[in-house]
């Protein structure tokens, strides 16, 4: 093992120093205040992404906060979540402007999705669409944790990214917002012409609160600057985004309350055109008339169900809540004439369906004159998930996952100004998978063998610790150590079994560390904030091209690294801007020692933005906001003058968009938004990296959205 992959402490003593559990530090990204001649203090910000509510600038690790004010912003140009995340998230690679989201990995590793900490990730089985599961009109704020972390367990080696979706705060009996928008392609309109519509209703009497409401969204046709309509390969063009949110909430006693909370959402792309195959590198794959005979691509399903029991003072002063989830998922992949993998043509979805409880405690205390609190508990998790064909073929056998995980977290306030946190978490899972056989891949089930079953132990504790000095606003600094627990996509093992028993294969999990310093810094109008990260694992795991053409996983020693910078400006109280810059490098170390950069599907190109906002008046609001990703080029053709996928050079893509918002009157507000300004004719980056036709397609060229807002 060479120097910089670094392995797992055990020691016992380490646990004695630490103590107990997750830490983070918070970058925060929100400067558009409620009211735009305000200026919300970092103080002000709560976040729960550490298992309780805490402010801000109390977590010693890398957070990143997007508000519903700047989630609105975005909505004003662009209702896919993918992207909106894209363009504010530092670390956290662009979207692919497709119905799912690969390659859109979190400092060059998998990151875990939540819906109000209920998981919408598919470790088992990386099906890409666990972004794209809600609609941005029922977020509150995201919350994003850098790096490695088991606070919320299985699948988070990069981070992960939260969902808190809203509540009602209006004390009225009833309450409602309506929203109508229209989208086009200015320059070349032909079927572009899409719409958006979403109503809410909110109300409160005496004890009982409630929130319901939903949205309507439909793309038109998609086309690049040129007017090409876009290739349609996982494509989101004459797609249908479908969302119902319900949030019921009583308040039992001053202390207590139970909550439930209900989001149906499905995404589905109806084209009417049919991909034509350009030339990698040469020419871009365009849409042209035809029907695709497979199902409806996208995402058919995601029902998320959880109850919520809280009460702040259940004994002493120790905080509690409890939660019961549900989550049933499906993602329909696109039909193909024909696979490598199995024979004749077919299309597959995979299924996933989730039950869990979690109970989480909080308890403050004192030693002495230093005041503490612990936070700690148990997390269960069911999670079932396969793929099959449409037409009854079983390419990925049920994977039952059973999963008892205990937990504790420690923070210390030291010397007043020391924030110490520290913690474990011990992840006892198992996977069963009863005998099966695997799919054909020729004629009269040529290429098919029985293999058998079994039960498949995960075990790993994790450590956590870190440190922030908080006495100066100009500098404070921080220092953390996290892991991670994974276990590995265990589906693309099983499906591609080549031995009559899953015994003799790998299927360790995957134990990552990230180490992390930084600081942020305040004077007079500027915040500033600045991170240096390095994650390691001594048994990672890449999809690697085989010389079939399949992607298999391959297992590896891996180092991450890079930095994040961000800058905010409140200039005057009319003047805000603002720029971010992050760079993210990965190798993997090979047998024999020598090192390999990791592909494009793993480390993304270094990434910048930049806004400028003026806000004359309580009524009227102008953003201009622009989007840079830079070169990647680490790998040469094979003898052949082929890249391996996601291999391909990645040049550099410059965007821009423009927002806008007039508030009429107390009720209306119109606003307009106008995304990819100049109407630049481009290739995505995950286009670029893939050296794969069918996915070497443009980005939509210039987007204009007209919405009109009713509020009573």
Sequence with gaps: MKKHFFKIPTKPFLFLSLFFSVSTYAQITDTIPTNPNEVISVDEVIVTAGRKSENINQIP?????????????????????????????????????KSNNAGQTLRGRAVLVLIDGIPQSTPLMNGSRDIRTIDPSVIERIEVIKGATSIYGNGSGGGIINYITKKNFNKNPISGQTSVGLRVNPYNSKETFGYRVSQFLSGNSNKFSYMVGGSIDYTGLQRDGEGLVLGQTDGTSNSYQNNVYTKLNYQINDESFVSVMYNFYNSTQHSKYISKNGVFGVSPTIGVKGEDPGKATGTPFNHNLIVRYNNNAIFGKTQFDASFYLNSFRSMNRYVQSATAWYGPGQTKINSNKKGIRLNFNTPFSLGNIPGEVTYGLDLLNDVTYQDLTDGRVYIPKMNMTSFAPYAQLKLDLFQDLVLKGGLRYENAQVKIKDFRTIADGPNGEGSIDVEGGKFPY??????????YTKFDLF????????????????????????????NVNTKPILTNNYEVGFSSRYKMLNFTAAYFISTSSDGVSLVENSNGLLRPERAPERTYGFELTLDANISREWKAGATY?????KSEKTDGSKKYLSGAR???PKATAYLRFSPNRNFNLALNWLMTGDRNHFSPNNNGVYLSGEAPVKTINLFNLSGNYQLNQNWGVSLGIDNLFNTTYYTVASQYSANVANYVRGVGTTATFTVNYKF
């Design 582 to 586: 992050a760079h993210v490098e990965g």
């Design 476 to 503: 404070n600094p921080f220092v953390s150590f996290t892991q991670g627990f994974s276990i590995n996509e265990l589906g693309r093992i099983v499906r591609s079994a080549e031995e009559s028993t899953l015994t």
């Design 459 to 468: 075990k790993g504790t994790t450590f956590n610790a870190g440190l922030r």
């Design 61 to 97: 690790s890398s957070v990143t906060v997007i508000s519903q004010k700047q989630i609105q912003e975005q909505l004003e140009f662009t209702a896919d979540i993918s992207q909106i995340i894209g363009n504010l998230v530092p670390g956290l690679s662009v979207s692919n402007n």
């Design 603 to 605: 480390v993304a190109p």
